[in-house]
């Protein structure tokens, strides 16, 4: 088996500039931004976004309303893009708004960055996701800390795990319709299903940023994750299984990890066999789940 962390340790890997996901895959974005001192910046930020693309839709996002202690208030705006594809032209567009985004140099300590997929399952395919999900959750988590060192301040309340709900439900999943009703229309969980305006998959726990090639690793993993939902690249079985011996070996300091787990390498291994078709695809996810060479000799 390769090891890739010492490959992608060693391997030179350009900033990814492309998406490696079929150009049928539609997908949007919620991009946070926080740490508005004033109006003028604030308007001067809502000016300058606007003019990347017309069709993008800014809001300000009260969630990330922050009074300092000198009695300043901080605010934030919320991106939302239209459905994008892996065209030229979205590519593009998404470069320039991070151009423009690193100009008005906001913060992203409060902030995350969700991206949405169609929900073309049946209530059973959702139920393997929410499995699928919760046995790689200590990978995923690990790798939507970005370039930070910790997932974001707040991630407890706006993008909380989905291991215990999860794990009170194995092996039995007596009431999938309840089950999946606890992770609809719900804002504080990673893995939200939203009904309005259509079905759709919202992932949550991203860390905010304005780095487009972090955006792209992003994209390109959670699109991967649901192609291999739909192939069901683990066999369901075999799935309740893992998520059976992992409920016997229950890690009650779970919710203390989630926010930097240390590097789990088999289960690493597993989830990029399992999730990518290609070893450029797991180098970069590789590359971004390891961390820097300090974060790797602590973490291993």
């Not at 974001?152 to 039995?172: C, L, S, W």
């Not at 999938?176 to 504080?188: C, G, P, Y």
């Not at 787990?261 to 399992?274: P, R």
Request: contains cysteine.
């Amino acid at each position: 088996m390769a090891n890739y962390i010492e490959e992608a340790f060693h391997t030179d890997l350009p900033r990814r500039r492309k998406l490696n996901i079929d150009p049928s895959i539609a997908f949007g974005l919620e991009i946070e931004n926080n740490g508005f001192r004033t109006n003028r910046s604030l308007n001067d930020a809502k000016r300058i976004i606007s003019d990347v693309d017309t069709n993008l839709e800014l809001s300000e996002d009260r969630s990330l309303t922050f009074i300092n202690s000198d009695k300043t208030i901080e605010h934030g705006i919320e991106i939302v893009t239209p459905v994008l594809h892996n065209k030229k032209e979205d590519i593009e567009m998404l470069k320039d708004l991070s151009t423009q985004l690193k100009h008005i140099n906001p913060r992203y300590d409060l902030s995350s960055f969700q991206i949405n997929l169609d929900d073309i399952f049946t209530d059973e395919e959702r139920l393997y996701l929410l499995k699928l999900y919760t046995l790689y959750e200590p990978i995923i988590a690990r790798f939507c800390r970005g370039n930070d060192p910790i997932l974001r301040q707040g991630v407890d309340t706006f993008a909380n795990a989905i291991y215990y709900k999860m794990m009170n439900e194995v092996p039995h999943y007596y009431d999938v319709k309840k089950l999946l009703q606890d992770f609809t229309e719900n804002k504080m969980v990673a893995l939200n299903l939203k009904l309005r305006p259509k079905r759709l998959i919202e992932f949550r726990l991203p860390n905010g940023t304005n780095e487009y090639t972090l955006w792209f690793n992003y994209i390109n993993m959670f699109a991967n994750l649901v192609n291999a939902v739909k192939e069901k690249r683990i066999d369901e079985k075999y799935l309740d299984l893992l998520l059976q011996h992992e409920k016997e070996h229950y890690n009650t300091n779970y919710k203390y990890q989630y926010k930097n787990f240390k590097i789990k390498e088999e289960l690493l291994n597993d989830f990029l066999n399992t999730i990518f078709d290609n070893d450029e695809d797991r180098l970069y996810f590789t590359k971004q789940y390891i961390g820097n060479e300090v974060e790797l000799k602590k973490a291993l």
